[in-house]
């Protein structure tokens, strides 16, 4: 997603025999403000997207914020579930204004953090930068530790997720109305040979309303 600066950006990597689709968010991508790319994984069970993030310490916060949303908002309308990992340069390990940020965005699409362990450790300084967002409603159990591989001052990590499955014979039957253009003529007709006395003839407010309830 680098037209300027070298050395950098995001990238997915996936074994061939997997059943996915690239998907392009080049519009989505400023360079250090918000470096994101995505596949769209397709398995027997469900489908998922995952997206990769970069933000460079010295972007705009504000702006990537906003093209996070933009992106998000568009990955939303596949109908899949979601993960969001990534170098995001916000620390978890403390309370502070851009993490709040952060996860109140996030968690407008029911993504929440599972990183609480240091993910950079340089001298006395430990900081959880990195991190992995991910949809707990879809989600039995989730697993996430340090992968220590030496190939960068970034620690890598792995997540182990076991996704709900409904089984056959589980989900229970409920009533609901049949609203059609029979039934909606109906209720109309119901309506206009309501007389409405007990309202207009009753003196509380709260005994008139909880009759015109009854009646409705």
Not at 26 to 34: G, Y
Not at 64 to 80: P, V
Not at 151 to 156: F, K, R, T
Not at 197 to 205: N, P, Q, T, V
Request: proline share 1%; aromatic share 10%.
């Amino acid at each position: 997603c680098r037209q300027n600066l070298q050395k950098g950006g995001v990238s997915i990597y996936i074994r061939d025999h997997h059943n996915y689709n690239n998907i392009n968010l080049a519009e989505f991508c400023s360079e250090q403000d918000l470096e994101i790319c995505a596949v769209e994984l397709k398995t027997e069970f469900r489908n998922f997207i995952i997206a990769c993030i970069y933000r460079s310490p010295s972007g705009n916060f504000d702006y990537f914020l906003n093209l996070l949303d933009n992106a998000l908002n568009y990955l939303h309308t596949r109908n899949s579930n979601i993960i969001v990992c990534g170098d995001f340069n916000v620390d978890y390990l403390t309370d502070n204004n851009r993490k709040f940020m952060l996860s109140s965005l996030l968690n407008s699409y029911n993504l929440t953090h599972t990183v609480n362990f240091p993910t950079r450790i340089e001298g006395d300084t430990i900081s959880a930068i990195d991190n992995i967002f991910i949809d707990r409603g879809n989600i039995h159990t989730s697993q996430t530790d340090p992968l220590i591989n030496g190939l960068s001052d970034h620690d890598a990590q792995l997540i182990k997720i076991s996704y709900n499955m409904v089984k056959e014979g589980s989900l229970s039957k409920i009533r609901t109305r049949n609203i059609n253009t029979e039934s909606l003529q109906l209720f109309v007709r119901h309506l206009e040979s309501e007389n409405w006395k007990s309202i207009y003839e009753g003196d509380d407010i709260n005994d008139k309303f909880n009759s015109f309830l009854q009646n409705f």
